[in-house]
T-cell receptor, first 115, second 116 residues
Framework: AQSVAQPEDQVNVAEGNPLTVKCTYSVSGNPYLFWYVQYPNRGLQFLLKYITGDNLVKGSYGFEAEFNKSQTSFHLKKPSALVSDSALCFCAVRGIRSSASKIIFGSGTRLSIRP | ETGVTQTPRHLVMGMTNKKSLKCEQHLGHNAMYWYKQSAKKPLELMFVYNFKEQTENNSVPSRFSPECPNSSHLFLHLHTLQPEDSALYLC???????????????FGPGTRLTVL
């Protein structure tokens, strides 16, 4: 069975500081991993994905994520946070052998950047 | 904004009403999805359509009835809903999925539904 966990309900960071939003997963075989972000009154926006290759994936708005197979993690990062980064962040996973419709989303982490 | 639009953006309905949610995608995708997003709960996949054919129904109550007349349009017909059905309903689209594909889904802005 596939599963994804976002252990933090909320992450608070001061503007200009680095941010990390945690995500761990469980799948059979290799994973496809995604990060989405949801701004107020908007749908989910795709940020980045890991399929294969370099463990560090760069995405939209300066976000990046690091795939760590041994720790089954895919943490979202940004070197210097902006107030406009405040949003609800979702990690998602799909096993490579699963149908593409079987994407499992985490419960979400609210990212709050203070000025 | 993404290439996925949803109307209406907000909907308030009584339990005896019948209404429909509409989704349209302009991305040339062949798969469309309905999700339910409730407060403090993970996103719940409701229905999946590939090439206009329903391929997944995640035990959704029959008071929700999807319709996909073509690859660009998706509807969710609602009747005799309950207050607990109040949520944000999100539509998404992607390239037609299959095993081994890794195409991301693109989401619409959602319809905020309130059932009185």
């Amino acid at each position: 069975a596939q599963s994804v966990a976002q252990p933090e309900d909320q992450v608070n960071v001061a503007e200009g500081n680095p941010l990390t939003v945690k995500c761990t997963y469980s799948v059979s075989g290799n994973p496809y991993l995604f990060w989405y972000v949801q701004y107020p009154n908007r749908g989910l926006q795709f940020l980045l994905k890991y399929i294969t290759g370099d463990n560090l994936v760069k995405g939209s708005y300066g976000f990046e994520a690091e795939f760590n197979k041994s720790q089954t993690s895919f943490h979202l990062k940004k070197p210097s946070a902006l107030v406009s980064d405040s949003a609800l962040c979702f990690c998602a996973v799909r096993g490579i052998r699963s149908s593409a419709s079987k994407i499992i989303f985490g419960s979400g982490t609210r990212l709050s950047i203070r000025p | 904004e993404t290439g996925v639009t949803q109307t209406p953006r907000h909907l308030v309905m009584g339990m005896t009403n019948k209404k429909s949610l509409k989704c349209e995608q302009h991305l040339g995708h062949n798969a469309m999805y309905w999700y339910k997003q409730s407060a403090k709960k993970p996103l719940e996949l409701m229905f999946v359509y590939n090439f206009k054919e329903q391929t997944e129904n995640n035990s959704v109550p029959s008071r929700f009835s999807p319709e996909c007349p073509n690859s660009s349009h998706l509807f969710l017909h609602l009747h005799t809903l309950q207050p607990e059905d109040s949520a944000l309903y999100l539509c998404a689209s992607s390239q037609a999925p299959g095993q081994g594909d890794y195409n991301e889904q693109f989401f619409g802005p959602g319809t905020r539904l309130t059932v009185l």
